[in-house]
């Protein structure tokens, strides 16, 4: 008995395709692929995941008829700009230590998840932000609308700009635009000047960002008419802050009616080697209550606004009669702490904080015995794009060194993984086996072209049981009882460097981890 994990036009099996009606093989369409990728989206950030007060009714949908991987993490990152190497991961499906420095540049050798469904007969489309180098960008898809993110970027969803996509890769900052309403409401295009910084937009001086891309989108989807399946990537760039969205999302949730979560503290306890980034400065020091309840609120306001566009598309799809025979893989890049542990970025390995994710598969293609399955099976977002081959039987490249989590999804296999093992930078390393995660810190050598060079960080051990303790508040490493277990996993750990080749490499970062722990 064969199972079966795709339904409607197309059903799917591991190396071969049935169809409900007995069409042969070759007669039975392939489902459309859409991948919508969120910015800075905890796990926690869907309702239906993390039981939190924000409201996401259509993420929820998609994790109730759809398959959804409780543990999915970012493996880390050797820079605070985390969406860098969680994008190249996601796009090759190569993990943290074999990306080509950090992340930014993809060689040719390592192909990317749009051009294996490319070579598959895709048609294959982009839209929205984007972190790699221009010519992966320009050979990885067909076409395209709008591309956010570079060359040029603002802190401002009210004032991001774009670039019109090019075949070529060929993307300069004079030739990049705002939208904006003129004096009659209308979206017009304007050449970017010399704009302030930070964010000064808002709902009545121009369309939101994530609505732009969402209605990119929905036009593609509404005017398709190509014979072949479509893959398309819609990288949204929220909730990533600034968390601006219209007043009636922000007016959903009061600050003072907000719930501090259970990992809330006014300051972190020590060190951790990237204290005072970017991100850091978006909070006094210490937090106070208040203003981090205000934070919570615009996080959420912002995930509530990205999830009603989110709908929008979904809608779009069925509209079109396209929804039945299509695939929707959502997935966050990276946590984000919001007060938690006293930090406000994503340059840590707690699970909120960082790299706890969520990864949904759903849409109308997925059988309906794997609606609202969850499975608790480790993994990383570079396992995401073998599995999305693996369910469209679409050959994985050898250039892919993650893991397809198909067996797991159908019942041959509970696990893929026997340990997650995570990065951030110089300072920090950290392994997951079963119930527990050991976090290693160090003080460590560092460099920036402010402040040149200097020694940050603390030589610190945590280690927490996230299935009692999800928000790791309670460190064990101080009793006597878990002195045996940390000494087994510090082996554990130092094994998984040597597998995963994590040394020094000059591409990637002037210092290693392991020259100070």
Known sequence: MKSILLSGTCLSCIGLYMCANNLSAKDVNKPNVVVIYTDDHRYTGIHALGGEAVITPNLDNLVYNGICFTNAYLQGAFTGATSVPSRAMLLTGRNLFSLNGIGHNIPVEHT???????????????????????????????????????????????????????????????????????????????????????????????????????????????????????????????????CQCPKKYKDMYPANEINLPPSFMAQHPFDNGDYVSRDEKLASWPRTQNEIKEKISDYYAAITHTDAQIGLVIKALKDAGLYDNTIIIMAGDSGLAVGNHGLMGKQNLYNEDGIHVPFIISGGALDKQYHGKRFDALCHIHDIMPTVLDITDIKIPKSVNGKSLLPVIKGKQKDVREYCYFAYRQHQRAIRIGNYKLIEYVRAKDYNKQTGNFISGSRVTQLFNIKTDPWETNNLANFPEYTEMIKDMREKMKIASSEYNDTYDKNRSEYSFWEFY
């Not at 895709?122 to 993110?149: E, M, P």
């Not at 010399?194 to 990119?216: C, F, M, Q, R, V």
């Open 112 to 242: 990317m998840m749009p051009e294996a469904f490319k070579e598959a007969g895709y048609f294959c489309y982009h839209i929205g932000k984007w972190h790699q180098d221009n010519k992966s960008l320009a050979r990885s898809f067909n076409s395209g609308s709008r591309v956010t993110g570079q060359p040029l970027y603002l802190l401002d969803k009210y004032r991001m700009p774009f670039s019109y996509w090019n075949s070529e890769g060929e993307y300069s900052k004079k030739n990049c635009y705002l939208c904006e309403y003129d004096k009659n409401g209308n979206t017009v295009n304007r050449i970017v000047g010399k704009e302030p910084y930070g964010p000064i937009g808002n709902e009545n001086t121009a369309p939101h960002i994530i609505e732009l891309l969402s209605g990119d989108a929905m036009k593609f989807i509404s005017d398709y008419d190509n014979k072949n399946p479509f893959f398309v990537y819609l990288s949204l760039p929220s909730p990533h802050d600034p």
